[in-house]
């Protein structure tokens, strides 16, 4: 039986009413180091905001590392031009004998010196995304390749926040959601804040705000924050060139920068980045029921 079969253990009810939740080592914690979870909605944009967000940072000076916490491991496809081995990758190609790997075998350098890591996840309907998460901090700490690291942005899989691809909020200080102004990205955001403040009971993570990506307004994205005591961080606008740089394999830092459209998205990030870095206050926004939900933002 590999480690994929075995099931992780597990905390019932203390981070919300009914709960399951997978178990933090306490010896796996990130110390040192800013810690981000990126999460919103399904094809929102979040591996986009992720890697060109890492890359921002490095502009700051920041060393920075990406974990991509998706099976189809393409959240630093960007920044490395390619679709990388994820941890599970390597970890079955030396039969679960975690001490035969080395960094090189799944740390991989992208643009701007971003240090990129792809978790991957078990086979469909088998195991559970909380362990690979887990063990790829554990390999990364065995390996003190978090000792140089000044922030880490976990890219994590849509808008699934079960106990397993809840983990990453296990580790991070900030949880920052990526939105549209559109009601299915809103009405995912909305699950998710409940999922980050359930987690908040028991673990150091708080909400730091969302950003209104690929949208050309925010009206609708900053009136569900007035109404639940939420905050927009950033604004990125419905771009083709954004879509462009996906198409490219590569960041939207790389793109020419004497477009002003293109160097307006570049500054937002590098401001976003700053901000992230400079701290933020700790949110705490009152979800709303479904039914609330459709009569804020449903069709007259």
Known sequence: MSPLDARPPVLKGEDGEGSVQVRLDPTQKIEGAKVFAVYGKGGIGKSTTSSNLSVAFTRLGKRVLQIGCDPKHDSTFTLTKKLMPTVIDVLKD?????EELRPEDFVYEGYGGVMCVEAGGPPAGTGCG???????????????LLDDTDVVIFDVLGDVVCGGFAAPLQHADRALIV?????????????IIAAVEAKAKNYNV???????????????????????????????????AIRRSRLKK?????MDSQEEDIAAVQREYVRLAQCL?????????APLEDRAIFELLGFD
């Open 94 to 98: 030396v039969d679960f004998h975690a």
């Open 130 to 144: 909380g362990y690979v998460v887990g063990q790829t901090v554990k390999l990364l700490k065995q390996h003190h």
């Open 179 to 191: 939105t549209a102004n559109d009601f299915d990205s809103i009405y995912a955001m909305n699950r």
């Open 206 to 240: 708080r909400l730091a705000g969302c950003v209104a990506n690929r949208s050309r307004d925010t009206d609708e994205v900053d009136r569900y924050c007035r109404t639940v005591g939420f905050k927009r961080l950033a604004h990125l606008p419905d771009l083709d």
């Open 250 to 254: 590569c960041t939207l830092f790389e």
């Open 277 to 285: 870095w400079d701290g933020t206050d700790p949110l705490a926004p």
